[in-house]
């Protein structure tokens, strides 16, 4: 059973009222009493309540999701299907975002445990703080579903697919086509574990057949076109030494195409590029971006069967699901040109 004001009242020694005050009123307890009460509700996981759970169904047919970046369009095409595929079940989908994307926050998981939701929905988290989210869902009785996970580690309730096996496909189709200098645009890497899971990828798969990447050729940036754009110049000065570009999304990859254009280079003549996620922009721009995609679409599918069926206690936390993802050729690389 979730924890109550009445358990976090005995495990410090105080009564229900000056609970209730230290978390509702903190300024009316003092300092001393306000901190071990503090501690006692994240050690027991006290959340208070919405109304909706008071029914005596348990159930408000109530799905919470937590997510990074509510305008990735990668993101926004799973949670459309998501949220369709909900309502054909009959349940509403309630968006929470943490301030400024730090999906580390755990005050958007709280608002949505007092609305009293069925089932939780992470998108695009992970890392070390998922066990704070696990622990406090976990004692508030509500299953966590984590989509868009990075699947390899194989934990429960993961759906997602595997970043290191992507980044290794594109590396592989470069190299299929001659080209062993690299360079590469990756997404931030601290606290993203796709990213970090992809970039190793690419790392093992260059350095396995004898190709380079030095780590000048490496950069970090977020994940847009003026990003992709900014890194692409760096890139370039002091000169040109590599033949293949990794783009850690289709973003930075069109970014890139526009600086390497910009200074007298054609792509894919002088430069091969790749991205990632096949973004609804990718077959239209000059030249149309080979990139490797990812299930966004599926992903939402996949995640609406799983949340509906633990909120009906039909299932219990499922294994983890990977989904392939798909390399997509068209005309931003080429065969390395032999001189």
Known sequence: MPASLFDVAQAVGVSISTVSRALNHPNMVDEKTRLRIQSAVKMMGYVPQGAGRTLVSKETFTIGAVISQIGASAFAKTIEVLRTQLGKAGYTLLLA??????????????????????????????????????????????????????????????IGFDNYLAGQTAVNHLLSLGHLK?????????GNQRASRRYLGI??????????????????????FQAGYDATLELLSPRLDFTALICGNDYLALGAITALRER??????????????????????????????????????????????????????????TLPTQLIIRESCEELKQI
């Open 97 to 158: 975002q943490p301030t400024e994307g730090n999906i580390s926050s755990i005050g958007p998981l709280r608002v949505l445990i007092e609305r009293g939701v069925d089932a939780v929905v992470l998108l695009g988290g992970g890392g070390k703080y998922l066990d704070d989210w696990k622990f406090l869902l976990e004692k508030n009785n509500i299953p966590l579903v984590n989509i868009w996970a990075d699947t390899s580690e194989g934990n429960s309730g993961d």
């Open 182 to 190: 690299f360079a590469l645009i990756s997404g931030t890497l601290e």
């Open 203 to 224: 790392l093992e798969t260059i350095a396995s057949n004898g190709g380079q990447l030095m780590r000048n050729n490496i950069k970090e940036a977020d994940y847009t």
């Open 264 to 321: 007298g280079l054609k792509v894919p003549e002088s430069i091969s590029v790749i991205g990632f996620n096949n973004s609804d922009f990718s077959p239209f721009i000059n030249p149309p971006l080979t990139t490797v995609s990812f299930p966004s679409a599926e992903i939402g599918m996949y995640a609406a069967e799983v949340l509906v069926n633990l909120s009906r206690k039909k299932i219990t936390i499922p294994k983890p699901l």
